[in-house]
């Protein structure tokens, strides 16, 4: 997208704590554009070409196989310059070694160590959080967010609820800000230049602590 920064001015909203929006606008003197979403997953930029007086495609994805969707499954991490493109999340280990050898990698990964928490007071029992950096953020289905709070906040939050799994900032720009938290299974994980920050909740014994 910031490849299009002097074309077109992006946005995302949280409009309420269930529910993040895009949205873009063209700049004064760009040409007009329109994202197009097909019935089978691809996804469009087409920008209008005066010269020819037709559409352009500016880009278009999946772009490689890390953009299918559940590649990796649940708690996998992938990776396109990887041989073998997916991988499990530190404490997680392949469901079914078998299908992973053969690199049918959609089952995903399970614990290695089951959580630990107690949900008293945000302690988490002998839970932590390993920092998984340089990553798209998992798919948002399921998640909170808030983007009032602090990472640290954020941080006690999930903690203090067995359910959640991972936390991250909502907000990168400035120094961070506002706070995502998911619940259950981690889909869609991956590792991109320029990538996020990732906080997933670990058996403390996962960490070396």
Same mark, same amino acid.
């Given at each position: 997208?910031?490849?299009? &920064?002097?074309?077109? &001015? ?7 704590? #269930? ?6 606008? /063209? ?8 994202? @197009?979403? /097909? &019935? ?7 920008v209008w070409d005066r010269s020819v007086m037709s559409w352009s495609n500016f880009w278009s994805g999946p772009r490689d196989q890390c953009d299918n969707y559940g590649r990796c499954g649940a708690?996998?991490?992938? /990776? ?24 049918? =990698?959609?089952?995903?990964? %399970?614990?290695?160590?089951? @959580?630990?928490?107690? #949900?008293?007071?945000?302690? #988490?029992? &002998? ?6 950096? #340089? ?25 203090? /609820? ?23 299974? @981690?889909?869609? =994980? ?17 960490? %070396?602590?």
């Amino acid at each position: 997208m910031t490849t299009f &920064e002097d074309m077109f &001015e992006f946005e995302f909203r949280v409009a309420t704590g #269930g529910e993040v929006s895009y949205q873009f606008r /063209n700049l004064d003197g760009s040409p007009m554009s329109r994202v @197009l979403l /097909n &019935e089978s997953g691809v996804m469009q930029r087409m920008v209008w070409d005066r010269s020819v007086m037709s559409w352009s495609n500016f880009w278009s994805g999946p772009r490689d196989q890390c953009d299918n969707y559940g590649r990796c499954g649940a708690f996998g991490v992938c /990776n396109v310059v990887d041989a073998t493109v997916c991988g499990c999340i530190r404490g997680f280990t392949p469901r079914s070694p078998a299908e992973w050898y053969m690199r049918n =990698t959609s089952g995903g990964c %399970g614990r290695r160590t089951p @959580l630990q928490c107690t #949900g008293s007071g945000g302690g #988490g029992g &002998e839970d932590g959080f390993y920092l998984l950096r #340089g990553v798209n953020l998992p798919e948002m289905h399921g998640c909170a967010v808030d983007a009032t709070a602090t990472l640290e906040e954020c941080r006690w939050r999930c903690l203090s /609820n067995c359910s959640c799994t991972a936390y991250a900032g909502a907000d990168i720009r400035g120094g961070g800000s506002g706070c995502i938290q998911w619940f259950g299974d @981690l889909m869609d =994980t991956g590792f991109v230049d320029g990538g996020q920050e990732l906080y997933v909740r670990l058996a403390k014994s996962e960490l %070396g602590l």
